[in-house]
């Protein structure tokens, strides 16, 4: 394991989460009641993705073989990803800022914040946990389209300016996080948003959200509020589509989407927060 500097043991996250710092073995000693939360979630989680999530996610999941019991350890993820698409793990404190997040993905490196959400907040969580890192995202980073896909992402991110920062994390939301795919055996769940979330498993497939076809331009000017369902969802024909967009002039569309302006948002605004 990399990056277990110490003196990020003190920082907490924004709601106040610590995350566990690995061992000299690169191993994190995880108590009793995370192992349980992270059992329960996976319990929940695997009986509700039965028929809504994409064969690629099962392929990985297989591969990855997640513990149930446990909160899995990095070094063993990172085995199976490294030998899958060349992606790994990195252990994070936190949230990261956007530069560190998008070199991290140039490098086909992961950000997992080492830390597990408490009973309390089993369904609803303000930042991302290794549950969500692990289980909702680490089965389709061993899928070449997708793999390739979330690097290419890193790389021109890291390249950008923060206006066009702000386009390209539209597109990543509406892909890794909130996508869906058409497969032979019906529509299916692919973004880790959806797949680590009960509510949003069902919510995403129901006939509740508009379900568009993916149309990259059209998912640069998407506004999005990330707490809340997501009112609309783009749909792939494929997830090699994800691989073709990765050899297309991103940029491009991201300057084409920042001319043509954002869509009207399909949602209230977010409460103004009392201090
Ligand atoms: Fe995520």
């Known amino acids: 394991m990399t990056s277990s500097n110490p003196h990020l043991s003190d920082v907490a996250s924004k709601t106040g ?9 690169g191993r994190i ?45 990095l070094a063993d993820i990172d085995r199976v990803l490294q030998a899958s698409t060349g992606w790994q793990t990195a252990q994070v404190p936190a949230l990261i800022p956007f530069n560190t997040f998008f070199e991290l993905l140039a490098n086909r490196r992961f950000p997992v914040a080492t830390f597990i959400r408490t009973p309390e907040e089993l369904d609803y969580l303000k930042e ?26 890193g790389r021109l991110g890291l390249a950008a300016e ?61 506004p999005y509020r990330i707490d809340i369902l997501q009112p609309l969802y783009y749909v792939l024909d494929d997830l090699s589509t994800l691989h073709e967009l990765s050899q297309q002039d991103i940029m491009g569309m991201v300057h084409k989407a920042m001319e043509l302006g954002l869509h009207e948002p399909r949602f209230e605004p977010a409460p103004k927060k009392t201090a």
């Open 162 to 222: 923060p206006k066009e920062r702000v386009y390209l994390a539209r597109l990543y939301w509406m892909t890794v996080e909130f996508g869906l795919v058409d497969t032979p055996a019906g529509r299916r769940i692919y973004g880790g948003g959806i797949i680590s979330s009960p509510k949003e498993t069902l919510h995403a497939l129901s006939d509740v959200p508009e379900h568009l076809p993916f149309d990259p331009i059209e998912a640069l000017r998407t």
């Open 29 to 73: 000693d995880w108590p009793e009641q995370d192992n349980a939360t992270w059992h329960t979630l996976m319990q929940r989680q695997l009986g509700m993705l039965e028929g809504r999530v994409c064969q690629e996610y099962l392929d990985g999941l297989e591969r990855l073989a997640l513990p149930e019991d446990r909160v899995p350890q």
């Open 17 to 25: 989460y610590r995350a566990r710092l690995p061992d000299e073995n």
């Open 128 to 153: 991302p946990d290794i549950f969500h890192e692990i289980f909702g995202h680490c089965p389709m980073l061993t899928n070449p389209a997708f793999a390739e896909f979330t690097a290419t992402y």
